[in-house]
């Protein structure tokens, strides 16, 4: 079946840091990968998306490219911000477009 | 466009009882699916509804059943709770269910404690 693997946390960073979190898949096909952020108390936000090998998703400052070579989907951001603390959780969503498998999300914590 | 609506937010059961939880889509959204979060076992999936009918089910106890209405409007229901039912249970609708790439759009969740 489907899974999803992420580094664990927790990530501790400085403001404006690089950030990495990594992330791999194992998927039957060329699943759709997500990646969303949880603040405390809420739901998941969509933070950016890719639909196929090669492509790039970006949303306020974070990036992820579709890596089929490496089944990967590592999210990337040039310098956090204490806003950005938050738990982040890789996804994939299956073939037949209804069901999202989650990593098992990774804690930022960004001091200032 | 309002989001996607969950009540209620907060619920506090005992171990036997049965509970349902409310899931109102982004309007124009057909497809509803059900997660479970809790902090051993993450997030996982539940089932997912279209146009009133269960297409796909995840790997959880038959206590576990939920329903679309007519408007996509749907509900969970877990019957004999028991300690180990206690999460954060997230609401997610999309358009269709069923294209590439079709984001999932999550609501605010429901937390349960089961005393």
């Known amino acids: 079946g489907n899974s999803v693997t992420q580094m664990e946390g927790p990530v501790t960073l400085s403001e404006e840091a690089f950030l990495t979190i990594n992330c791999t898949y194992t998927a039957t096909g060329y699943p759709s990968l997500f990646w969303y952020v949880q603040y405390p108390g809420e739901g998941l936000q969509l933070l950016l998306k890719?639909?196929?090998?090669?492509d790039k998703g970006s949303n306020k400052g974070f990036e992820a490219t579709y890596r089929k070579e490496t089944t990967s989907f590592h999210l990337e951001k040039g310098s956090v911000q204490v806003s950005d603390s938050a738990v982040y959780f890789c996804a994939l969503l299956n073939n037949a477009g209804n069901m999202l498998t989650f990593g098992g999300g990774t804690r930022l914590m960004v001091k200032p | 466009k309002a989001g996607v609506t969950q009540t209620p937010r907060y619920l506090i059961k005992t171990r036997g009882q049965q509970v349902t939880l409310s899931c109102s889509p982004i309007s124009g959204h057909r497809s509803v699916s059900w997660y479970q979060q809790t902090p051993g076992q993450g997030l996982q999936f539940l089932f997912e509804y279209f146009s009133e009918t269960q297409r796909n089910k995840g790997n959880f106890p038959g206590r576990f059943s939920g329903r679309q209405f007519s408007n996509s409007r749907s509900e969970m229901n877990v019957s004999t709770l028991e300690l180990g039912d206690s999460a954060l249970y997230l609401c997610?609708?999309?358009?269709?269910?069923?294209?590439?790439?079709?984001?999932?759009?999550f609501g605010p969740g429901t937390r349960l404690l089961v005393l």
């Open positions: 890719a639909t196929k090998a090669d």
């Open positions: 997610a609708s999309s358009p269709e269910g069923s294209a590439r790439g079709e984001t999932q759009y």
